[in-house]
């Protein structure tokens, strides 16, 4: 092991707390001598900002580490004389030993935060996308003109597909009907054909089969509250896959 990677492990062992007292407080002192140390101890705890958030310090008990050395068959008490070569200083080190248990712990981690980040895009993606759809078309030409989407938390949009003329004076009024007997209701207004959020809060949530349209009004919307201009697109909405 290079004094750079041993340097790493003693500063990984001091942000978790595993240093006996008198060398915790060594690597205290050096902190403030050497630039080096303290770059790889800020790099740690910068690392393990999620254990500091969300557990409280535990102190190992030694039985812990015994239960750990008689698994793996590994004594852990360095011998009277110190072996030479690396594979014994490795075996023989309690840093060692604790840092490689850690990196299991760091990669259940890194794979929790993976799988976090992966659920919450597809929960994102999910809800970018709708849950009805309708193609307004036109009924003479079979012409589509307009998409209207209809999304899980409520949210409709409606998106143009074609460029429709308004003439001086008058309105596009998009209406939805869900049911005859109430009839239908107006949910937008424009003055050009554009991108726009439909108004259905205080409508019940949208369902198959309902319709959307748009019409050509005076401008300022219909007098009656009701459509009285020419349809120019409609559609009813159907659940996507």
Do not use: C
């Amino acid at each position: 092991m290079t004094p750079d990677r041993d340097d790493r492990i003693h500063a990984a062992e001091f942000v978790l707390g595993l240093l006996e007292p008198e060398t915790h407080a060594a690597a205290e002192r050096r902190l403030s001598s050497d630039s080096a140390f303290a770059r790889d101890v800020a790099a740690w705890q910068k690392h393990f900002t999620a254990f500091d958030d969300t557990a409280d310090p535990v102190v190992p008990a030694d039985e812990l580490w015994r239960r750990i050395e008689a698994g793996m068959g590994t004594a852990v008490a360095a011998p009277a004389v110190a072996p030479s070569g690396l594979l014994p200083r490795f075996w023989n080190s309690l840093g060692a030993l604790r840092i490689a248990a850690l990196s299991g712990v760091t990669a259940a981690l890194a794979l929790a935060v993976v799988t976090t980040v992966t659920v919450r895009h597809a929960q994102e993606v999910a809800a970018r996308k709708p849950v009805y759809v309708a193609i307004l078309v036109d009924d003479a030409t079979r012409q589509a003109g307009a998409i209207v989407n209809a999304f899980a938390d409520g949210r409709v949009e409606m998106i143009p597909l074609v460029d429709m003329t308004v003439p001086a004076g008058r309105s596009l009024q998009v209406w939805t009907l869900w049911n005859r007997e109430v009839g239908p209701r107006s949910v937008g207004l424009l003055e050009r054909a554009r991108a726009t959020s439909l108004d259905l809060e205080r409508l019940p949530t949208t369902a198959a089969d309902q319709l959307f349209e748009i019409t050509l009004e005076p401008s300022g919307g219909s007098p009656t509250g009701r459509p009285t201009g020419p349809i120019l697109y409609k559609g009813t909405t159907a659940r996507t896959l």
